[in-house]
C-alpha cells in the first residue's frame, strides 16, 4: 500500500481549495457564483476560518474546479484514489483496491481524539442503504480487524457487511448499536462478527 505523504503546504483544506482555483483561472467572486456560495465563503474556506464543508458543497467545487473530489481531500493532487462502492454483500471493497487509499487531514476527523490515518473514500452503491450512511453520503474508512475506541464501524456480521457503532461495556463486551435503534437496545457482538474498519469522517448529502 503506497498511502499519500503528508506535505505540511498542503496540511489544510483551505490552501487546496485556493491552490486549485488558482490552476483554474478563477477568482473568488466566479467561483464562488460556481458553487452558490458568497465570495465571503469562500475567502473563509480558503483561509481556514471555516472548516467543514458539506457534501454538495463539495461536489459543487470539485465541479466548478474540475477535478476529482479526491484531490480536495487528499493531500497530493498527484494521485486520484476513485470513490469506493460498499455493498451489504461481502466482500470489501478495499480489500480489492489497496492502492486508492488516502492520508485524512486532522480538520475532516471527526473527533480529535481520532489520529490521523490512511483511509479510503466510500460511499454506498446503486440501491444500497446502510444504517449511518445513506446513499449520496461519502466516508472515509480506515482499515482495522480490531476494535480502538467507541465509534462507527464497517462490520460484517451474519454474513452481511453493515456500519454499527460500536462501543466496549465494563466487562469487556463488544456492544453493536444501530442509528434508529435506542441507546439501550444493543446487540451483543458474537463470534460471528468481524471489524473491516472504522469511520473516520462523513459528509452527508442534504
Not at 465509534?151 to 462501543?167: A, T
Not at 463486551?173 to 462523513?202: C, F, M, P, Y
Amino acid at each position: 500500500m503506497s498511502p499519500f505523504k503528508r506535505d505540511a503546504a498542503m496540511d489544510a483544506l483551505g490552501p487546496r481549495i485556493k491552490r486549485l482555483r488558482q490552476q483554474a483561472n478563477l477568482n473568488k467572486a466566479a467561483l464562488a457564483r460556481l458553487v452558490g456560495v458568497s465570495d465571503v465563503t469562500i475567502s473563509y474556506w480558503e483561509s481556514g476560518a471555516i472548516k467543514q464543508i458539506g457534501h454538495e458543497r463539495l461536489v459543487a467545487l470539485s465541479e466548478a474546479l474540475k477535478c476529482p473530489l479526491s484531490e480536495l481531500l487528499a493531500d497530493q493532487p498527484q494521485s486520484s484514489p476513485q470513490v469506493l462502492h460498499l455493498t451489504a454483500i461481502p466482500p470489501i471493497p478495499w480489500h480489492a483496491a489497496p492502492k486508492h487509499c488516502i492520508t485524512l487531514p486532522r480538520e475532516l476527523l471527526i473527533s480529535s481524539t481520532d489520529f490521523e490515518t490512511d483511509c479510503y473514500l466510500v460511499t454506498p452503491a446503486p440501491d444500497q442503504t446502510f444504517d449511518f450512511l445513506a446513499y449520496g453520503d461519502l466516508a472515509a474508512i480506515s482499515p482495522t480487524t480490531t476494535f480502538q475506541r467507541a465509534g462507527l464501524y464497517v462490520i460484517e456480521h451474519q454474513s452481511q457487511i453493515k456500519i454499527r457503532r460500536l462501543q466496549q461495556s465494563p466487562t469487556g463486551e463488544l456492544r453493536l448499536t444501530g442509528e434508529s435503534e435506542a441507546d439501550n437496545d444493543t446487540t451483543i457482538a458474537d463470534a460471528s462478527l468481524r471489524l473491516h474498519g472504522k469511520v473516520q469522517a462523513r459528509w452527508r448529502l442534504q
